[in-house]
C-alpha cells in the first residue's frame, strides 16, 4: 500500500518563528489533507490539498502531486500550534475513502 | 451544519467484555470511516462503510466489527476485550467517495482493565 513519511518527526520553535513541515507519499493519490490533533485527540481539519496551494491566515499548503510531496508552512507561530500534525493521504486506486496516515510531526512553540 | 459525533467519549472496560462505539455523521455525508490510534502504531484504519456496505476493511482481527444503518450512522462493536485494545477511536465522514475531504468526530477513548 501507500507509503507516507513525514519530517521532522519533533520540532521545537520559540514564538515567533516561522516553519515547514514535510510530507512525501510513495504514490499517486486522490485526496491529501492536513490535520492538527488536538490535547483532547480530535483531528481538526487544516487543508484539503491533493494539488496546489492554499491559504488560511498564518497556514498555508503547498502539494506537488507529480512529484509526491506536499508541505505545510506555519508562519508567525504562536504556543497554540503547538501540538501533533498529521498528513494523510487516499490512494488513486479505488473508490473507497481509507486514509493512509503519516506518524505525525510534534510541534513544540514556546514563548 | 453539526459536526461528527461519537458516543460515548471515554469507556472503561474489563478483559473479555465487549464494547459498542457510535458514529453519527455530518448530515448529508454517506461514508464512514473508523480508525484506531495508538502511541505504538499511530493511526490505523479499520473499515469504512458506505450506504450500508462495508466498502474496505484493515488488517484487524475479527473481533472488530461494524455496521452502518440507513441514516448513515455506524456503530463498531469489539468483543472479547484485550488491554491492547486500548486506544483512541475515531471516526470520519465524507459525501461519498475517497476524494472528498473527511471530517473527523472527538473520539472515544477505551481503556481495557
Known amino acids: 500500500g501507500i507509503q507516507v513519511e513525514q519530517s521532522p518527526p519533533d520540532l521545537i520553535l520559540q514564538e515567533g518563528a516561522n516553519s515547514t513541515l514535510r510530507c512525501n507519499f510513495s504514490?499517486?493519490?486522490?485526496?491529501l489533507q492536513w490535520f492538527h490533533q488536538n490535547p483532547w485527540g480530535q483531528l481538526i481539519n487544516l487543508f484539503y490539498?491533493?494539488?496546489g496551494t492554499k491559504q488560511n491566515g498564518r497556514l498555508s499548503a503547498t502539494t506537488v502531486a507529480t512529484e509526491r510531496y506536499s508541505l505545510l508552512y506555519i508562519s508567525s507561530s504562536q504556543t497554540t500550534d503547538s501540538g501533533v500534525y498529521f498528513c494523510?493521504?487516499?490512494?488513486?486506486?479505488?473508490?473507497?475513502?481509507?486514509?493512509?496516515f503519516g506518524k505525525g510531526i510534534t510541534l513544540s512553540v514556546r514563548p | 451544519k453539526a459536526g461528527v459525533t461519537q458516543t460515548p467519549r471515554y469507556l472503561i472496560k474489563t478483559r473479555g467484555q465487549q464494547v459498542t462505539l457510535s458514529c453519527s455523521p455530518i448530515s448529508g455525508h454517506r461514508s464512514v470511516s473508523w480508525y484506531q490510534q495508538t502511541p505504538g502504531q499511530g493511526l490505523q484504519f479499520l473499515f469504512e462503510y458506505f450506504s450500508e456496505t462495508q466498502r474496505n476493511k484493515g488488517n484487524f482481527p475479527g473481533r472488530f466489527s461494524g455496521r452502518q444503518f440507513s441514516n448513515s450512522r455506524s456503530e463498531m462493536n469489539v468483543s472479547t476485550l484485550e488491554l491492547g485494545d486500548s486506544a483512541l477511536y475515531l471516526c470520519a465522514s465524507s459525501l461519498a467517495w475517497g476524494r472528498d475531504e473527511q471530517f473527523f468526530g472527538p473520539g472515544t477513548r477505551l481503556t481495557v482493565l
Open positions: 504514490d499517486s493519490v486522490n485526496n
Open positions: 490539498i491533493p494539488s
Open positions: 494523510a493521504v487516499v490512494d488513486y486506486t479505488g473508490a473507497n475513502s481509507k486514509l493512509t
